[in-house]
């Protein structure tokens, strides 16, 4: 059994030694734990804070990846209808709904949002392993639905989305108080 190893920010590392499944999920779980993190201690002003000339915000990306959590997890490969959160909401003819409606939200609401978008993509990821959904494939909606993507390729993909995005979440805290670091 390994130890999980915690930095000065509260964030699990990767473990160095582990198998596919164990390491795609603790890459994972370190990127998800740095949003975290890049968010902990604001309040509305702070979330609503735009990066000029873009107007992102870390209150968008909170909502942004609670939708792209429940999307790829619940939806893509849990093939389970979005959660109510997202019922209603129409992407195609708004597709920056979640960064525009966010800096309206409470921070309390955005945060458990996106923590409920969390566990409920861990439960889906915990189900289908324990399916031997490993080999799983789900539709990926580009391409109308027609291409076929691997629990495998979800995974490294929002290790990807996360990374990506806390790129920009660096940014974003810089500019609210001057916080920084990796």
């Given amino acids: 059994m390994s130890t999980i190893v915690v930095d000065e920010h509260g964030r699990p590392e990767p473990p160095l030694a582990a198998g596919e499944v164990e390491t795609l999920l603790g890459f994972l779980d370190f990127q998800r734990a ?24 870390l209150a968008g990306l909170l909502k942004h990846l609670a939708w792209v959590e429940d999307h790829w ?4 490969a849990g093939r389970a209808p979005m959660p109510d ?35 409920r993509s861990r439960a889906s990821v915990a ?8 080999g799983l494939v789900g539709a990926h909606p580009a391409w109308g639905g027609r291409a076929q993507v691997s629990l495998r390729w979800i995974l490294v993909h929002m290790v990807e989305e996360y990374a990506r995005h806390n790129g920009h979440a660096d940014l974003l805290r810089e500019a609210v108080d001057g916080g920084t670091g990796e």
């Fill in 127 to 134: 189900r289908l392993l324990a399916e031997d959904g490993a």
């Fill in 73 to 76: 997890f619940t939806h893509t």
């Fill in 85 to 119: 959160a997202w019922r209603g909401v129409d992407r195609a003819a708004d597709p920056d709904w979640e960064w525009r409606t966010a800096v309206e939200d409470d921070p309390a609401d955005l945060r458990r949002g996106w923590e409920e978008a969390v566990a």
């Fill in 34 to 57: 740095t949003l975290e993190w890049k968010t902990r201690g604001l309040g509305a002003d702070g979330l609503r804070h735009p990066l000029h000339p873009t107007g992102m915000t």
